[in-house]
């Protein structure tokens, strides 16, 4: 009996990862409608965006990126103040509302592709960002928060997007 609730489970997980990268695809669409210089990059389950193109050297497994981001779960097909979660980007703060009473949190974020911090999708899709590059990484809730009931503001299993301005990259 508890391996055909597991099973259900599995079916019910699989049915919403799928419906979301559905939606993850649409999000897409309506940024390659809205420019259509941008261009889009798939890594194993990420989708990346590219909005202003960076330049220099690629990010490659094992490498450092320094950035500015703000996170959104998704919830329909927009990414708004409403499902803001976490930003170290002042302006977007502002825009979006937020308190900046702590104003030493807005400070731009390093961080090693190997670091254990960093949820799959996000790292997968950052493999191959330059310096200078505006970008949004789209990716299901497989790939995120999954294995947390939640995440602070982020609903369980919710697929998530990243605006990011990376500063620079480097492979050493």
Known sequence: MAALAVASCNKELDAT???????????VQSFLNADSTRTVSY?????????????????????????????????????SASNLFATNYD???????????????FTVATVKLSDSELVDGLRKGLIGVQGGEECYILFS???????????????????LAYHLWIQSVSNE
């Open 43 to 79: 890594q194993d389950g990420s989708t990346r965006v590219t909005v202003v193109q960076g330049s220099g050297e690629k990010l490659q497994e094992g490498g450092a990126v320094s950035f500015f981001y703000a996170g959104h779960y998704l919830s329909g097909t927009s990414l």
């Open 141 to 159: 809730g497989m790939y995120g928060f999954a294995k947390n009931k939640t995440f602070g503001l982020v609903p369980a299993n919710a697929a």
């Open 17 to 27: 990862y799928e419906q979301q990268e559905g939606t993850i695809a649409s999000i």
């Open 91 to 105: 302006v977007y703060a502002r825009s979006a509302n937020w308190n900046l009473s702590d104003t030493t949190a």
